[in-house]
């Protein structure tokens, strides 16, 4: 049989002294220093998400000032090629007109010119007319 004496009482106050003692000299501060770095973790990963969040509303915001700004730009090149094609048009009116204008003119020029030498042709004629008949006539 098992005899118990008082060196088992010994051994177990030992046993929860050392308990005791580990638990405060070892195991508090060894779990204070997990449980900091447990918050620390999370308090940077808190920070992280704080700062993705920003981030995204950021590039959101971004991108909504881009699309504005893409909208704004092509209403303004779509104004101004039709003033572009306005313009041209007016220019190109102008310039078949001008172009239309000289046609007139040249051949207007060109009426009188050949009036001009059908009347010469005319006196020319009746000169040699004349001189071929005074050639017959003699």
């Known amino acids: 049989m098992i005899s118990i004496d008082a060196s088992v009482f ?3 106050a030992v046993i929860v002294f050392l308990v005791f ?9 060894v779990l204070r220093t997990m449980e900091a770095r447990d918050q620390q973790i999370t308090g940077r990963q808190q920070e992280a998400s704080r700062m993705l969040e920003e ?10 000032e881009l699309g504005k700004a893409r909208r704004q ?8 090629r039709s003033e572009a094609q306005r313009m ?9 007109r001008a172009a239309h204008q000289r046609l007139e003119q040249q ?14 042709l005319s006196a020319h004629i009746a000169k040699l007319a004349q001189t071929i008949a005074g050639y017959f006539v003699r």
């Open 10 to 12: 010994i051994i177990i």
């Open 73 to 80: 730009a092509g209403d303004f090149k779509a104004r101004e």
């Open 21 to 29: 003692a580990l638990n405060r000299l070892f195991f508090r501060p």
């Open 107 to 120: 051949l207007v020029s060109l009426d009188q010119q050949k009036s001009r030498a059908r009347a010469d």
């Open 55 to 64: 981030h995204a509303k950021q590039f959101a915001a971004f991108q909504a």
């Open 88 to 96: 041209g048009s007016d220019e190109i009116g102008s310039a078949q």
